[in-house]
């Protein structure tokens, strides 16, 4: 039978043609966060599987069904350490990262610590527009602080980030405090005694949330749940005197900065560890609130439910998929594919030869440089150079082989001369350097 080349639904290629997108969002990420003095941080796209359970929570749509699990095909037996551990494909960034700030004695650093990432995250879901089984992330974390004004300052770099994605108008800062443990537990039982009296009026996933995450209930996406939500007790109403003053205060350092925000007090994220600040981005005109653009908050005891010390820390992940569909549906200029600038065209075997001696040494000097080596004819090599973009074709015929020149063609002036070899770099700097 003939195997079925398809990709596993909900991921996707990304062609040479879309990578402009992405290297643009990098950068900006790249060149933001190493102005606030964030370090790069790569972690395994596997971890074990109990990582996520305990922090993120048993009772959460990521841990209870969106996780992949990852198996090893092999005949032999596991050794003993590998057949402890179930690994599980990453299903967002924070967990591990903290594991690795535990794990890299990074509690000994001078606190606080401050990361980001950029790479792919795996949820099973239903794949739909926006919503992907393996989507990409850039991720910020600052751990070992609990001031207010690291709450400012990293929604200060969130909002940078999507100014200079040419976006800050595009987009709305939702914020919520989810208080501490204590304030939660306070108004917890309040939340279920006044849902209780709805639950039939309730969606499937809520009526089960309610005795699993009743707090997720306030978030629901569901029309007739909203309704109902709107009438709940908010968390905000009854945080505790500590709690209130740090979001204040939060809130007075946003005025401040002239960030916009909109006070959302149904905001509870879908992960159980946040505490405290809660905020997400969103389209302005997304007003059913679908969808995200990036999403975070702190989360002040995952350290400690880790087994370290009480760490407070506070993070954010943007969603890059969803943000490239915003940059293409404003058509947002994000420069262009990086293309060769040389474009080398040979004829016959002595020709190929000195050929790719060129690409070797012109390579070597950071020019770029493509070529077609299955191509004979000059029409032909010509026409893909054009199509390629290059700005000059070094054309090699048998009189330039025997000769050691090369003819140097502008391909934007459709103009063109003969160089000796040893004048080919001077003349090249000339005329791709100098513009
Ligand atoms: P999250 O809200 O689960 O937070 O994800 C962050 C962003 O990832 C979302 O706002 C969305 O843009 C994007 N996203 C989520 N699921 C999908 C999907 N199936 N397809 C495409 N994009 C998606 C977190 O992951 C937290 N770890 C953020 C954080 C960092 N909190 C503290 N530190």
């Not at 009772?59 to 690994?87: G, W």
């Not at 981005?281 to 002040?300: A, E, M, T």
Request: proline content about 3%; some cysteine.
């Amino acid at each position: 039978m003939k195997m079925q080349l398809q990709k596993p639904r909900g991921t996707r290629d990304i062609l040479p043609e879309e990578q402009k997108y992405w290297r643009f969002i990098e950068d900006i990420v790249d060149k933001r966060c190493g102005a606030f003095g964030f370090g790069k941080i790569e972690t395994p796209i596997m971890e074990n599987k109990e990582l996520y359970a305990k922090g993120i929570g048993q009772a959460t749509d990521i841990v209870e069904k969106e996780m992949y699990s990852v198996k090893r095909f092999s005949s032999e037996t596991a050794n003993e350490d590998d057949d402890k551990s179930e690994l599980v494909l990453r299903p967002e960034y924070t967990a591990g990262i903290v594991r690795a700030y535990l794990e890299d004695g990074m509690q000994s650093w001078p606190q606080p610590i401050k990361l980001y990432s950029f790479g792919p995250i795996f949820r099973y879901d239903r794949p739909q527009k926006g919503r992907f089984r393996q989507f990409w992330q850039f991720n910020t974390e600052v751990i070992g602080d609990s001031s207010p004004l690291t709450d400012a300052l990293l929604i200060l770099l969130v909002w940078q980030i999507f100014q200079d994605l040419g976006l800050k108008n595009q987009i709305v800062v939702e914020i919520n405090s989810l208080g501490c443990k204590s304030c939660r537990n306070k108004i917890k039982k309040q939340i279920i005694d006044y849902y209780k009296k709805y639950k039939n009026a309730l969606c499937l996933d809520c009526q089960r949330r309610l005795d699993t995450n009743p707090f997720r209930l306030l978030d629901c996406k569901e029309l007739n749940c909203q309704k109902i939500a709107a009438g709940s007790p908010q968390i905000i109403d009854n945080l505790c005197s500590e709690c209130k003053k740090q979001f204040m205060q939060v809130l007075e350092y946003l005025d401040e900065l002239g960030i916009t925000y909109d006070l959302n007090p149904r905001l509870v994220r879908g992960l159980d560890y946040y505490t405290r600040t809660t905020f997400e981005v969103r389209d302005i005109n997304d007003k059913n609130r679908q969808s995200s653009l990036g999403g975070g908050g702190r989360y002040d005891n995952l350290v400690e439910i880790y087994g370290g010390r009480p760490t407070p820390a506070i993070g954010f992940a943007g969603g890059i998929e969803r943000i490239i569909d915003k940059l293409k549906e404003l058509e947002i200029d994000v420069g262009s594919p990086k293309v060769a600038e040389i474009y080398i065209i040979q004829i016959g075997e002595k020709a190929k030869r000195m050929a790719l001696r060129l690409i070797s040494d012109l390579g070597s000097k950071g020019f770029s440089i493509s070529s077609a080596f299955g191509k004979d004819t000059l029409k032909s090599q010509l026409r893909t150079a054009s199509k390629n973009k290059a700005r000059i074709a070094l054309i090699i015929g048998q009189r330039e082989a025997l000769d050691k020149s090369v003819i140097v063609r502008d391909m934007m002036e459709a103009s063109q001369e003969t160089v000796d070899l040893k004048d080919l770099e001077t003349l090249l700097i000339k005329k791709l350097r100098s513009s």
